[in-house]
Nanobody
Framework: QVQLVESGGGLVQPGGSLRLSCAGS????????IGWFRQAPGKEREGISC????????WYSPSVKGRFTISRDNAKNTVYLQMNSLESEDTAVYYC?????????????????WGQGTQVTVSS
């Protein structure tokens, strides 16, 4: 059974950091493109980062570039999103997703598997 499970969300003060994890089971994440998305209340789901299969390339949206870092640990079949210098505008439910194509994908409809999401709240 293919499954993605996010963890690591929580409440953090502005300027703080969190590391989100996306653990895969039933398939090998290294063979897939993995994307991170977020959705704030009343807003559309936004793609914020993607790492290609084989780590050939990485993309960040302008809203997070320079603050967030995506990485893989193939031994743990896990992808991470390190989030630094968090702002209130980063408050959202964060999702990871896997795409069979393995390329660099920006849109939610290009992904095949999704996790359940983890809440990130940035507030003082």
């Amino acid at each position: 059974q293919v499954q993605l499970v996010e963890s690591g969300g929580g409440l953090v003060q502005p300027g703080g950091s969190l590391r989100l994890s996306c653990a895969g089971s039933g398939f090998t994440l290294a063979n897939y493109a993995i994307g991170w998305f977020r959705q704030a209340p009343g807003k559309e789901r936004e793609g914020i980062s993607c790492i290609m299969s084989g780590d050939r390339s990485i993309w960040y949206s302008p809203s997070v570039k320079g603050r967030f870092t995506i990485s893989r640990d193939n031994a743990k079949n896990t992808v991470y999103l390190q989030m630094n210098s968090l702002e209130s505008e980063d408050t959202a439910v964060y999702y990871c997703a896997a795409a069979k194509g393995g390329g660099l994908y920006y849109a939610w409809y290009e992904y095949d598997y999704w996790g359940q999401g983890t809440q990130v709240t940035v507030s003082s």
